[in-house]
């Protein structure tokens, strides 16, 4: 070897290196028993190399204990550990000490290693906290994903259905604004009638609005009452206007889906129209903006916006009259 002092060295070179190479080994699971055997042995290792270390390099080898102690997923272990070899370090420094030194140094290298096991058993607890936080947050932010995923096939599955089933469907937001609007909302509305302008004006508009005011306390009502988990599908009839105020019947579907955004329960609405007359009045309005200006006849207003009135054709003077 060439020097006693290197002996410590060599036997914990023996012992730390095989249970790295363990640990190193793809075939082996990192269980806590495994990772506990090797936080064991590395703290061993470093002991015996404590002894005819010079003094001025101890350092390193607080450095490398606190390092070893990140190893275990077990705070409580490594904390009894270093209780455990905290006499045998304190040996170890004062086998080291100079031949002069006197009974308070002793009393130095005690307050020492306190000083150290509290500083490590601190340092390991914060970041154990710190790793079940990260890891707790992990597991939220899972879980919010999982739920986001449910929410858009649960929404998209609704939606479908109510686009299937009524005149016109929309989603609104906890304080009952527009969210998503369509285009059928916004034909059935009379918002830009016929173009994609007047559905993305919709969004963020109250969707109170286009319901009769002595209509809204029922529909709040209604709302409040279908989201609840054990209140059974069912709709409601209430007047609704649209955006030149025309009122018409129609009858609400309303289902509950998680937000994508909030905590907030938002709502997934159905319109279907009752009054026959205003959908003719609409069809008939999209014949006639089909048609070119000097194929379209002076009609009345009234007739336009559904009032079942038949058209009052302009007089036409006789040539030669």
Same mark, same amino acid.
């Given at each position: 070897?060439?020097? @006693? &002092?290197?002996?410590?060295? /060599? #036997? =914990?070179?023996?012992?730390?290196?095989?249970?790295?190479?363990?640990?190193?080994?793809?075939?082996?699971?990192?269980?806590?028993?495994?990772m506990h055997q090797c936080t064991f042995h590395l703290s061993i290792a470093i002991l015996i190399s404590s002894v005819g270390f010079p003094r001025d390099l101890m350092?390193?080898?607080?450095?490398?204990?606190?390092?070893?102690?990140?190893?275990?997923?077990?705070?409580?272990?490594?904390?009894?550990?270093?209780? @455990? &070899?905290?006499?045998?370090? /304190? #040996? =170890?420094?004062?086998?080291?000490?100079?031949?002069?030194?006197?009974?308070?140094?002793?009393?130095?290298?005690?307050?020492?290693?306190?000083?150290?096991?509290?500083?490590t058993a601190l340092i390991l607890s914060t970041l154990h906290e710190k790793e079940y936080q990260l890891a707790a947050a992990s597991l939220e932010l899972e879980e919010k994903v999982q739920e986001v995923k449910e929410a858009e096939r649960s929404g998209a599955a609704a939606q479908r259905l109510l686009a299937v089933t009524c005149d016109a469907s929309t989603r609104l937001t906890g304080d009952l604004r527009i969210s998503q609007p369509s285009p059928s909302l916004s034909n059935l509305l009379m918002c830009g009638f016929g173009s994609s302008v007047g559905c993305n004006h919709l969004e963020g508009v109250p969707f109170l609005r286009y319901v009769d005011p002595p209509e809204h306390h029922r529909l709040k009502t209604f709302i409040e009452e279908s989201a609840k988990a054990e209140t059974p599908p069912r709709s409601i009839h209430l007047q609704m206007k649209d955006s030149s105020g025309i009122s018409f019947n129609a009858e609400l579907f309303h289902v509950s889906v998680p937000s994508l955004t909030s905590e907030q329960v938002e709502h997934l609405i159905g319109i279907s129209q009752e009054n026959s007359e205003r959908v003719l009045g609409l069809e008939e309005q999209s014949a006639m903006s089909a048609r070119s200006p000097s194929e379209m006849e002076p009609t009345d207003m009234r007739h336009i916006l559904g009032y079942g009135l038949p058209p009052v054709k302009a007089e036409r003077s006789l040539p030669g009259a």
């Open positions: 070897f060439g020097s @006693l &002092l290197q002996v410590p060295c /060599v #036997l =914990s070179g023996a012992i730390a290196v095989p249970a790295l190479q363990r640990i190193a080994r793809p075939d082996v699971k990192l269980t806590p028993q495994i350092p390193i080898l607080y450095v490398a204990r606190i390092m070893v102690g990140t190893f275990s997923t077990d705070v409580w272990h490594v904390n009894n550990m270093n209780l @455990l &070899l905290a006499p045998l370090h /304190v #040996l =170890s420094n004062w086998m080291q000490k100079e031949p002069k030194a006197e009974a308070l140094e002793f009393m130095f290298m005690i307050i020492a290693e306190v000083f150290f096991i509290s500083i």
